[in-house]
């Protein structure tokens, strides 16, 4: 069974970096066929997608986020990880790594149980 | 990049059937793209319930079911059971800018 587990700070001050770790067990990364993706959503709102890197270390982002953030990959930890530069309030929120499948219209089949992290003084 | 749009509420009694939709544009679902759904419980992992417009996960039971038709697609729960109330969102692609994975609103369904 495939388990995604998030990791990292609760707190962040403002103009701070955030950064994620999420721990991927019953699936090697490394074996290829699935991107490793973040998610997030804010208190209150919707699931805003935040981006997607592959086996080999090429990523997608989400337009709205690209100038501040950077997600990695470490297949020998099984881990990928993501910073997101200069928080706002606006980036308090839950976030969600999951694994996809490899295609452009992607969907997200496992799930980590989410992180809340506050920006916040 | 796009957003696609669901009520934000949808209710039922126990037993009957209900419907979710999600509406898109020529960009994402009118592109030719496909839709997949989740359910969200508060404080958990979203779950997928449907994927490539009419697919069901392994384990999903067969009264939850999807189609989809030009710009918009839809989300069926036959059979409205008290656990079934959750957050219910659609996600898919959308082609502009660079590209871009997208979700729904999200459609909170209350069991009456």
């Known amino acids: 069974q495939v388990q995604l587990q998030e990791s990292g700070p609760g707190l962040v001050k403002p103009s701070q970096t955030l950064s994620l770790t999420c721990t991927v067990s019953?699936?090697?990364?490394?074996?290829?066929?699935?991107?490793w993706t973040w998610t997030r959503q804010p208190t209150g709102k919707g699931l805003e997608w935040i981006g997607h890197?592959?086996?080999?270390?090429?990523?997608k982002y989400n337009s709205s986020l690209k100038s501040r953030v950077t997600i990695s990959i470490d297949t020998s930890k099984n881990q990928f990880s993501v910073t997101l530069k200069s928080v706002t309030a606006a980036d308090t929120a839950v976030y969600y790594c999951?694994?996809?499948?490899?295609?452009?219209?992607?969907?997200?089949?496992?799930w980590g149980q989410g992180t809340l992290v506050t920006v916040s003084p | 990049q796009s957003v696609l749009t669901q009520p934000p509420s949808v209710s039922g009694t126990p037993g009957q059937r209900i419907t979710i939709s999600c509406t898109g544009s020529?960009?994402?679902?009118?592109?030719?793209?496909?839709v997949h759904w989740y359910l969200h419980l508060p404080e958990t992992a979203p779950k997928l319930l449907i994927f490539?417009?009419?697919n069901r996960p392994s384990g999903v039971p067969p009264r939850f079911s999807g189609s989809k038709s030009g710009t918009s697609a839809s989300l069926s729960i036959a059979g409205l059971q008290a656990e079934d109330e959750a957050d219910y969102y659609c996600?898919?692609?959308?082609?502009?800018?660079?590209?871009?994975?997208?979700f729904g609103t999200g459609t909170k369904v209350t069991v009456l």
């Open positions: 999951a694994r996809s499948s490899s295609q452009e219209n992607y969907y997200f089949d496992y």
């Open positions: 019953g699936d090697s990364m490394s074996s290829g066929g699935h991107y």
């Open positions: 890197i592959d086996p080999r270390g090429s990523t």
């Open positions: 020529r960009s994402d679902l009118g592109a030719g793209y496909d």
């Open positions: 490539g417009n009419n």
């Open positions: 996600q898919s692609y959308d082609n502009s800018l660079s590209g871009s994975t997208v």
